[in-house]
């Protein structure tokens, strides 16, 4: 996305979620069709983990008709209802509260499906997270609030823009579990959303996980990022990259193979590059659909 | 110039027990307000200068908070000064061990730890007979105590100025030293040692009893949480024995003996116990050899493949304040009222008082300068306002 | 004949008889209920002016006090909506519009736009709007043309219970969200209404009353005082039609664009402020749509560009009263009696 982003051929806004993989893959892998997760604007990573079909979100965007929303949404609003992705957002901090939205109509109808919020630690200062956590709470909702701290709001620093502690913290003000995250590990990703989940699913209520981690790219695409210091992402890259902890441990305790992890990122590769060339390839939207889908029925 | 080392440890939250069971954390605020009750003690003891770790995460705001807020009966206390350590933070364990190493540089008479068993397991493996105060800040942990920081200052600054120490007062812990593969990985355990089948160290904690397969504990109270609780319930160690014990743990339904322990804050299990043994000092174990995880003090630390070998060896550990007995010493010697008023006029710090190596409980020498023996009669017992206590120095 | 009951009570009505339909329908809001958590009763308030009262008991699980969180529950019920439930959340005052606008017009309005038809969000929005009241500033505002701005949501504003009652029970089976605005005046007025369940669409006007002279326009409160000016006005032989717009999104173009061919005199009256309000969108659609048939220019009536006062005198001022709109509809007719020559 990175380098076709910068051919210019790529209409928009895009925020790329390199780095991260490890929370959407460790949370999404304990999600059913019928669980629902709310987004960010750097969505990607969460709309692959829920199953959204990557040729049609490459198609979207690209702004292509056969997109995933018809062309009509992009990168930043890339959803999938019927997988249970209730979209990216262009809004930090418009998912906590269509989180609430999944928990109490899965509570109303008596499911036992979970509702899962992605948000940054710069949405985490906005005040639809909070009041999130605190309704979350007070009706005892079956929701997850996954904060993924990278430790940049845009251009800030949660240095300087939350206050003091972790953010997870934040949770026990509302009386409810939060737990901080190693972001870079799947396994620690991947054990601490299943211990969320369960509990949620079980009737036990919402919880926080804070998960730290790191961006590679910058807030959005044809971001400089000057305001990391020199070498940051570079050393980042070398250190702690999860995708290189994650296939050095599996392959060290004799899980899987080299070779098959080679091979996955073939096949991955190839989906990639086949979607990209179908996307790029594929037609455009009908003007018609400028009007259409504002309403059911007007 | 007498300083003393704090670690603060400010990696609370990352404990996913709190999601699956009813363990709780002090959180860094509170770690804040702990260090500044710390330095509290410290100060009335008679340190000068507490060297610290640079805490982040809130709790040097905190306590930063609580220095520049203290009106009133607080601000008549006489603090140490703080010398927070220069040193850039990796935001992991590496930072107190090099916090540790260079307390040691500057040579400090004891370092108080606040923080779990992790933390004090890594504190240990560095501080060589530097004395510890161990403070818990949850409600999980084995190793360290909860304890109300100010006494714990108090006891400590005593020890640290030489007017109190010695055997019974600062006692030896066991300590567990783990090689995987010979000398291949060492680390180190103040608590316990386990093997879990769980693949991946993961969110570290252990809260699945079913899965752990062996244990070591250095001690073992009936009255402990964890593991610990396990071997407490089958045959008690105390901190003060010299040995430790080995537990072999199967499926309650497989074991002869099954016992119903609190596991974890809020989770009362039974474990099933094939075997229990006692573990002498120096005695080396080996662990029967297979895939999982190795947990050291409760935290999933090494993966293990079904090829690695574990051995594991009861040594000495680190020196430990019994802050209990230490305050009962200063106030059978009566050196609470000493340790505030023993300073001369001109300011300088003499050391006095019943000694500082060894002086056997309940027995206190005459000192020629012990206002007891130097005309208290006289004057009646009665307190003497500090001479010491004056407005704080500003800055 | 139909039995006669308050526009309170047609709202209440509405609810009652969507929710036992439709188990899917559940109500949340501040003090929907009341007395959650305290000592004393349960639905011990039923809403502020106790619209919602006696349905907690009669639907369990189903009406939900929230806490004053309006960006985490009007988005709640977005995520609901899109999730298997038929939310109908109130927001107490349309006043505080500002503290979930965002939920309301870039989510819940453009979800099903923005992924290309794939989403839907049936939630329906009540909100108490209206001068007249003394609650000053912050709490008496019109607001709807906000709302009505925005693609993908629709707007209805009844004047009287039948259009409440129908309009509500409407809206919770439209899969759109839908603002649903109950004028506080309004609520004690007493009207005819079915006892059954009926439904009123979207998007078409209601004449309440004919006239060949003068049309006037009017949303909301705003229609009884159109009434009332109509009345006054026929002793000096001037005939009016009165158009009650009942929805403003979608808007009833069709019957608008009728009565001024008819009349070839239209005066719109909306208690909202004038700028960039319903008065303005009506006049500019007939202007552009209907020009050769105005015999005088298009005459807006709207309460001043100011908030709402709280002092009695002033307020009473600022909502259009209907000697406003009598010296309005005389503007259009020059002074001349039987106008249309």
Redesign the interface.
């Known amino acids: 996305m990175h380098k076709e982003f910068a051919t210019g051929e790529i209409p928009g806004f895009v925020h790329l979620y390199a780095g991260e993989e490890a929370i959407a893959t460790g949370v999404c892998a304990h999600l059913r069709p019928d669980d629902y997760i709310a987004s960010t604007h750097r969505g990607h990573g969460h709309a692959i983990a829920k199953g959204c079909d990557v040729h049609g979100m490459m198609a979207e965007i690209y702004g292509k008709r056969d997109g995933l929303c018809r062309g009509k949404g992009g990168s930043m609003h890339i959803a999938d209802v019927d997988k249970g992705m209730l979209g990216a957002n262009g809004i930090v901090g418009g998912g906590p509260p269509m989180n609430c939205g999944v928990g109490l109509s899965a509570k109303v109808r008596g499911t036992d499906q979970v509702g899962v919020s992605f948000t940054g630690d710069g949405g985490s200062n906005q005040g639809t997270f909070l009041e999130s956590l605190n309704l979350a709470s007070v009706w005892h909702l079956p929701c997850i609030f996954v904060v993924e701290n990278n430790g940049y709001a845009e251009s800030t620093s949660d240095r300087f823009h939350a206050s003091g502690v972790d953010i997870a913290k934040r949770a026990d003000g509302f009386g409810m579990p939060g737990v901080v995250v190693d972001g870079h590990d799947l396994f620690a990703v991947y054990e601490a959303a299943g211990a969320a989940i369960d509990r949620a699913r079980a009737g036990g209520g919402p919880s926080l996980l804070e998960c730290k981690v790191n961006r590679y790219y910058g807030h959005f695409e044809g971001d400089q990022q000057t305001y990391r210091a020199p070498g940051e992402v570079d050393e980042l890259r070398r250190t702690r990259d999860c995708l290189d902890a994650f296939a050095g441990r599996v392959t060290a305790a004799g899980e899987v193979t080299a070779e098959d992890l080679r091979r996955v990122d073939d096949e991955v590769m190839a989906l990639i590059d086949d979607a990209v060339a179908q996307a790029k390839a594929a037609p455009e939207p009908d003007p018609a659909d400028l009007l259409t889908d504002v309403y059911v029925r007007y | 110039m007498i300083s003393v080392g704090v670690v603060a440890n400010p990696a609370s939250g990352r404990d996913v027990r709190r999601l699956v069971t009813g363990a709780s954390v002090f959180d860094n605020a509170e770690k804040g307000a702990m260090v500044h009750r710390l330095m509290a003690g410290l100060g009335a003891a008679g340190v000068d200068r507490v060297v610290m770790m640079p805490a982040g995460s809130g709790v040097s705001q905190s306590l930063h908070r609580h220095l520049s807020g203290r009106t009133g009966h607080l601000a008549a206390q006489r603090l140490p000064e703080l010398d927070v350590l220069d040193m850039a933070l990796c935001e992991d364990a590496r930072d107190s061990a090099a916090a540790v190493r260079a307390m040691a540089e500057r040579q400090v008479a004891a370092i108080v730890v606040l923080g779990g068993d992790g933390t004090h397991r890594v504190v240990a493996a560095h501080c060589g007979d530097i004395p510890l105060c161990a403070l818990s800040t949850g409600t999980n942990n084995a190793f360290p105590e909860l304890r109300e920081a100010t006494v714990a200052g108090m006891a400590t600054g005593l020890v640290a100025t030489g007017r109190l120490g010695g055997d019974g007062l600062v006692r030896r812990a066991k300590r567990f030293r783990v090689g995987v593969n010979g000398d291949a990985v060492v680390d180190s355990a103040l608590v316990d040692v386990a093997v879990t089948a769980d693949r991946w160290v993961g969110s570290r904690a252990l809260w699945r009893v079913e899965a752990i397969s062996e244990a070591l504990v250095a001690f073992a109270s009936p009255s402990a949480v964890g593991l610990s609780a396990v071997a407490g319930a089958v045959d008690p160690v105390p901190r003060a024995a010299p040995f430790g014990l080995y537990l072999s743990l199967a499926p309650p339904q497989r074991a002869p003996r099954v016992v119903a322990v609190a596991l974890a804050p809020g989770l009362v299990t039974e474990v099933g116990v094939l075997e229990a043994r006692r573990v002498d000092p120096g005695q080396v174990v080996a662990l029967a050899a297979r895939a999982g995880c190795l947990a050291l003090d409760g935290e999933r630390e090494v993966e293990l493949g079904p090829a690695d070998r574990v051995t594991v060896r009861l040594v000495p550990g680190p020196l430990v304040i019994d802050v209990d007995a230490v305050m009962a010493g200063a106030s059978r010697l009566q050196l609470l009222d000493q340790a505030t008023t023993r300073r001369a006029d001109d300011g300088n710090h003499r050391p006095t008082g019943p000694g500082h190596q060894g002086a056997a409980p309940g027995l206190v020498p005459h000192d020629a300068d012990h206002p007891r023996v130097r005309g208290a009669g006289a004057q009646g017992v009665r307190h003497r306002r500090d001479p010491r206590v004056r407005p704080p120095v500003c800055g | 004949m139909a039995r006669v009951i308050t526009f309170q009570k047609a709202v209440n009505e509405a609810l009652d008889q969507e929710m036992a339909r439709d188990p899917?329908v559940?109500l949340?809001g501040e003090d929907v209920a009341g007395g959650q958590g305290a000592g004393g009763e349960l639905d011990a308030w039923g809403g502020v002016l106790g619209v919602t009262k006696g349905l907690y008991h009669k639907y369990p699980?189903?009406v939900?006090d929230?806490?004053i969180?309006e960006?985490?529950?009007?988005?709640?019920?977005?995520?609901?909506?899109?999730?298997?439930?038929r939310?109908v959340a109130e927001l107490m005052f349309v006043d505080f519009m500002g503290?979930c606008f965002?939920?309301i017009f870039?989510?819940g309005a453009k979800?099903?736009?923005?992924?290309?038809?794939?989403?839907?969000v049936p939630m329906v929005i009540r909100t108490m709007w209206g001068a007249g009241i003394r609650a000053a500033s912050q709490h008496s505002q019109s607001l709807y043309s906000i709302f009505t701005h925005v693609?993908?949501l629709?707007v209805a504003v009844p004047s009287t219970p039948y259009d409440a009652k129908g309009l509500l029970i409407s809206a919770i089976r439209?899969?759109?969200p839908v603002i649903f605005f109950e004028n506080k005046v309004l609520y004690t007025v007493e009207g005819e209404v079915p006892e059954e369940s009926y439904t009123i669409p979207f998007?078409e006007a209601s004449v309440v009353r004919e006239g060949d002279d003068v049309s006037v326009v009017a949303i909301g409160r705003m229609v009884g005082m159109a009434q009332q000016a109509a009345e006054q006005l026929a002793a000096d032989g001037i005939d009016c039609e009165v158009v009650d717009l009942r929805t403003t999104s979608?808007l009833d173009e069709d019957s608008i664009y009728e009565t001024v061919e008819k009349t070839g005199r239209l005066v719109v009256v909306d208690e909202d402020n004038p700028r960039c309000g319903m008065a303005a969108d009506v006049a500019a659609l007939v202007a552009q749509n209907c020009f050769d048939d105005l015999q005088a220019p298009v005459q807006m009536v709207t309460a001043p560009h100011t908030p709402p006062p709280f002092s009695g005198l002033l307020e009473d001022l600022y909502v259009p009263s209907a000697e406003k709109i009598g010296e309005a509809v005389r503007r259009t007719t020059g002074g001349r009696v039987g106008a249309r020559a």
């Open positions: 899917s559940v949340f699980g189903r939900l929230t806490p969180s960006s985490a529950f009007i988005g709640a019920a977005v995520g609901a909506a899109c999730s298997g439930l939310p503290v965002d939920q870039n989510q979800l099903r736009y923005m992924f290309g038809g794939k989403a839907r693609p993908g629709k439209d899969d759109d998007g979608p």
